[in-house]
């Protein structure tokens, strides 16, 4: 069976710092070979509140 929903990407998430489920932002930490690294931080106090990995689907090719 082929899945519908691939990704998602968290809108709000609990903010230990201001005890609550708030708004996030996501920002691009780091491009790796496996894929992209994103932490989400709230948008309140700028907390880190949690991250995500983005598995690339294709080979990542380097040409020489």
């Given at each position: 069976m082929k899945s519908d929903y691939r990704d998602f990407d968290a809108t709000e998430l609990y903010c230990p710092k201001c005890r609550r489920a708030v708004p996030v932002r996501k920002r691009l930490l780091l491009v790796l070979a496996e894929g992209d690294q994103y932490?989400?931080?709230?948008?309140?106090?700028?907390t880190s509140v949690g991250d995500k990995m983005?598995?690339?689907k294709d080979n990542l090719r380097i040409p020489r």
């Open positions: 932490d989400y931080s709230c948008a309140y106090c700028g983005d598995k690339k």
